[in-house]
Each structure stands twice: as structure tokens, then as C-alpha cells.
């Protein structure tokens, strides 16, 4: 939760937008989602690419302050 916005960029895959604050909708396919301030965005994607992907906001100075995790996951079976 932050007072700002944050363009959040997930690499390697693309995802749909399911949900924003706690609301369900349609929205477009895409690979980077703004979450709005004090709020959350709920996505989903095929993990049909497995492997260990960058999630981060795509401000810099975000980023170099930590908000950079990863998405992991190995081919099922
Ligand atoms: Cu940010």
C-alpha cells in the first residue's frame, strides 16, 4: 500500500486485468497495470512460460527502492 501509483510490469508474459480494488471486471490484456494509490489490482495469466520473471514498478526509482520481486514457476507435468 503507498500513497502513489505504480506501474507494475510483469516480464514474460502478458495478463489480463480481473479486479481493481476489490472489483471484478474485463479488462484488457496487457504486461504492465497501473494500481492505483492505496489500492490492488487482481490479474491472471497462462503460466505457460515457465521460468523465474521480473515483477517491478516501472518507475526506476521504485524500483532501485525495492519494488522488484519475481513471478517463478517449472513446467508442469
Ligand atoms: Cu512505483
Redesign the pocket.
Same mark, same amino acid.
Given at each position: 500500500m503507498?500513497m %502513489?501509483a $505504480?506501474?507494475m510490469h510483469l516480464h514474460g508474459h502478458h495478463f489480463q486485468v480481473v479486479g481493481i480494488n476489490g472489483r471484478a471486471l474485463q479488462g484488457a490484456v496487457r504486461d504492465t497495470v497501473l494500481v492505483p494509490p492505496m489500492g490492488s489490482v487482481v490479474i491472471a495469466f497462462d503460466a505457460g512460460n515457465p521460468g523465474r520473471w521480473p515483477l517491478h514498478? $516501472? $518507475?526506476l526509482y $521504485?524500483m532501485a527502492a525495492g %519494488?522488484m520481486s519475481f513471478v517463478a514457476y517449472e513446467k508442469g507435468s
Open positions: 503507498s %502513489m $505504480h506501474p514498478c $516501472h $518507475h $521504485h %519494488m
